[in-house]
């Protein structure tokens, strides 16, 4: 059986020793003092190993079964879904009016790597509404937002998102959900959503579905969607529930994981809906919606290589298998411990480093939106917006890979389902797929987020790195951090170049090379955040004589990063130079 | 519904354009003219397409199941197997006295790869049992030959390989399992095995178990070990079929794929067994069957990622969704088809340029293989020896991710189940871990094989490609494949170099960069076989007018595994150059 331990420290030291938020001038964040955020997290620590992990396993067995129309989830979700609950921990950073506790989104998603490693499917019922809330919050009329919001803040209704039909995926313009205006204002919503997490289930009273359709007189492509709100329950104005909406689950999908959350065919039968925005202005709305849940996503990556990587190292510590090639570390067993052997380090290495970068990167992220939201401060907001992508596609991608090789450390247990380590992969999988398949985010950060402001946020973007590694090229402790930083980014700033050069006459040489381009800036991105962690590991060492390991493993960590990870950044150059030639050479009909 | 096509094209092309078997010196190739090897092909392709693949997703979903002791396959299963059975396809390189065709090895991978692609778990029945064969063909006394390999040869009779143990996977020195001998010759075999692959079943009337087990006297760790027959029932002198022997399943494991094929734990009760070969001299045995099994595992890697490919590519062409920015391709249809797009281009000729550089590189092993077999040619034997952990190695890890690129290509679709490109990611995960993890090949490369015969074979390996790149650098045409070659030839001879200069002072340099040398090794091999691939289209669209498509395709596949797969060998290399420092500097207890 797998094991969890939230890894509250690590979190702690993004917090307070990288990110300094107690510090911080944006608005909550001087309450969050060390004692505070340790609570919490101790808190949530504590329901996401003892209550949330050790019904992941169970969850991915069981599955989620459709009886009679109605969906069930599997045995002891409904008991732990109200655990969640009763500690409003959906309501931790949304807003006092409607129940929340307006903590900054930096704590919620501290606390959300935590549930999303504890629990992945579990965790997605809580997710989906509350990207849901944010939706209603950014663009919900007051009543829609006093109707619904308080009952979705404390998780006594839960969210979906629908914009996904058989036929269309990425490209929404195909849309074929209509929505019928009515005479009281309403409209009736008409056609089939597929791939609908947390579409239905029997944990909360009441469903609110966030569904687009094509309402009359929009015009064709993704000009005529609108954003409709579709309660499983019709609700009455005094918030009790009434008559059963005219909405289904046609089937739930039989997936590669998160079996424990219900992927939902949907079905609307001239379902009514509450048109949510302004009409036509659909797809604007729910990109409201998407910035966030891809950031989640991006979580959801590194956060499923976390947990792997907890169990791969304890593997290693524990199962014996051959010698240390220098000499018996166990001579008085039968055999040394897996971690002895330098590829297995090797592995465990690649995983610890890349998932200390990425939570760094990630919650570095998240205070970016919090400047953005609590400050109007527009720079963050353009920064966030240029990242975006790249902690969907980046952190998606690689954390995928580390767990399979997570998996890989087990050696043939790895395959056994029991181990744990084949659910951690199968899991982090769906997070290259949803919320935009990586290839999409690819696009958008090269297509749309590069160019966005003239290229105003790249150019910041490389500022930040240029003013770090300036103002601390007189410190030769952090030498084997700033040279390869440097490179890297130098890396980074020769594909964008390219991309500017080449991009206007032929687009495809942009668009052949997007995918390296999002890599390339990953680690351009986890190369900075761990030479910040090193400067922040160094400064912790020289305040304090206890905790002197953790801070030295920070550093060798870290230096292992720049030493194996980063110079990834050339071959995705040297591929993105490549241009469009070879990738487009082929004709359609020869493949 | 997934579908399957076998490439005979592609196969003929490695055999005849590339190879040129029909005039090579090799004992049997000049039986091979392109009419024999087509009626071969396209036989093996109807047994794949119309008996096999059909089984493959059905197999999956349904799984092996255990009852009283009985092992039972998935409905259509049995009827599969006889077809297999009466085509005699699994005595198709086996000797002629025990009712094989034998036919080269080589022609016998190439029907394996179709085989395989078709349907992975049905295979490995048949995989194990020509895995057995081949054991007891070069260890066993001709009265265990007499007795066993017609039925054996036949499919009568099934096989296994018994190596692993709950407490010892590579470290076979910590087996447990005892051989007591016995007043007649035989031995009482006592003990429990794990991670059996088609342990039991219902297809065959008996199965042959080959047991790794420790008999007195041998001394401690390996040397103790020896190998024995273990049929499940005994075989009397006339051939016939005897009392059920000590030997039961304990379980079916539950595992992320290969769900069709039970993989179980034998327990060992006082089993009667057989010596074959010398008692203690078993693990030289083992790796007789175990070199063989390597390629045929690294087979598969690329055979799953080569029937994914296929899927992918045709999903390409179907699936509507958005336009190509360069004008639309589909203009009277809603979408243009997902291939227009520059990153789904990118994704499939990854995974084209790599499974037929794959395909090439293992047909040339086999051919290699069939040298040595046939001509006891050292050189051949030596240098295959050498290419065995790349094969396996490498064509199995990126296989894997080939395939995982080939579900990506679906979208949310390559998440469900029922499209099918979840079971190829799923079932290729297992090649990756057995007949020893990867990280085990990889040591093998560097601590054994690099250096073997005084690094004989790695040099003739650099001579090979150093030739090629001589004879053919006045052909203008080739300049494209040349050059990354050398650069490529250059980056994996300064690799050896670095461990050379410093694996005998730190073992642990060239140790934590095994893993990376593999994979670098790999490149180069495919960068030889598509120079040579190249070349060898040239050489067809001189003298042929048909098909020009075709190999005007091959040379474009070519060109983007050398623009976008070859400059990895830097990457590799600066990962290995960076040595063993920031691999082993955490102490253990801070992971």
Chains 1, 2 share one sequence.
Not at 78 to 103: R, V, Y
Not at 123 to 142: K, R
């Amino acid at each position: 059986m797998p094991s969890y331990t939230a890894p509250t420290k690590d979190l702690h030291f993004v917090l307070h020793d990288l990110l300094q938020i107690s510090t911080s001038d944006v608005p909550g964040y001087a309450d969050l003092d060390a004692d505070f955020t340790s609570a919490i997290l101790e808190e949530a620590a504590k329901l996401g190993q003892n209550v949330m992990a050790p019904l992941n396993a169970s969850g991915d067995a069981e599955g989620c079964r459709l009886e009679n129309g109605m969906v069930y989830t599997p045995k002891g979700f409904k008991h732990a879904f109200d655990q969640i609950k009763a500690g409003g921990w959906n309501g931790l950073d949304l807003p006092e009016d409607f129940g929340g506790q307006n903590l900054p989104y930096l704590i919620g998603s501290a606390v959300g790597e935590i549930f999303v490693s504890a629990n992945m499917a579990l965790n997605m019922y809580q997710g989906l509404t509350h990207g849901a809330i944010s939706a209603i919050l950014a663009h919900g009329s007051d009543a829609q937002k006093a109707t619904y919001l308080p009952k979705m803040v404390s998780m006594d209704w839960t969210g979906t998102m629908n914009l996904t039909e058989p036929h269309c995926g990425t490209d929404l313009g195909l849309m074929r959900t209509k929505a019928e205006p009515q005479a009281d204002g309403s409209y009736k919503i008409t056609g089939q959503k597929i791939f609908i997490s947390a579409g239905d289930h029997d944990m909360a009273e009441n469903v609110i579905h966030l569904v687009l359709a094509k309402a009359p007189g929009g015009g064709a492509g993704t000009k005529g969607i609108s954003l409709f709100i579709v309660p499983k329950f019709l609700v009455g104005e005094d918030g009790s529930l009434g008559a059963r909406n005219g909405v289904s689950v046609g089937s739930i999908e039989e997936k590669m994981g998160i079996h424990a959350n219900a992927t939902c065919v949907m079905n609307y039968d001239a379902a009514t809906g509450y048109l949510i925005g302004d009409l036509h202005k659909g797809m604007r709305a729910m990109f409201t919606m998407m910035n966030e849940a891809r950031i989640g996503v991006g979580l959801q990556g590194y956060a499923q290589a976390a947990v792997a990587y907890d169990n791969a190292r304890a593997y290693a510590l524990d199962r014996l298998q051959g010698r240390d090639v220098t000499g018996a570390k166990n001579p008085d067993g039968p055999a040394d411990p897996l971690i002895v052997h330098p590829d297995v380090r090797r592995m465990l290495m690649d995983q610890k480093s890349f998932v200390e970068g990425a939570r760094a990167f990630t919650l570095w992220g998240a205070s970016l939106i919090d400047r953005a939201h609590r400050m109007q401060d527009k720079d963050a907001d353009g920064l966030i917006s240029l990242l975006t992508p790249v902690i969907k596609g980046f952190l998606t991608d690689k954390g995928f890979d580390m767990c399979i090789q997570a998996q890989q450390v087990y050696g043939g247990h790895g395959y056994i389902e029991e181990w744990g380590m084949s659910q951690f992969a199968r899991d982090a999988r769906i997070a290259m797929i949803y919320e935009g398949a990586n290839g999409v985010q690819a696009l958008d950060l090269v297509g749309r987020k590069l160019a966005q402001d003239s290229g105003k946020h790249v150019m910041a973007f490389f500022e930040i790195v240029k003013t770090f590694i300036k103002e601390n090229e007189n410190d030769a402790r952090l030498e084997g951090f700033l040279v390869p930083l440097k490179a890297a980014s130098k890396d980074l700033q020769a594909a964008a170049m390219f991309f500017m050069q080449r991009g206007m006459k032929a687009p495809n040489d942009a668009l052949a090379g997007s995918t390296d381009f999002m890599h390339l800036f990953g680690h351009v991105c986890l190369g900075l955040v761990w030479a910040r962690m090193a400067k922040a590991a160094y400064a912790a060492l020289e305040s304090s004589t206890s905790d002197r390991d953790f801070y030295d493993a920070k550093i060798a960590t870290g230096r292992y990063y720049m030493a194996r990870h980063l110079p990834a950044t050339a071959l995705h150059l040297a591929r993105i130079q490549s241009g469009a030639e070879t990738v487009m050479a082929l004709d359609a009909a020869h493949f």
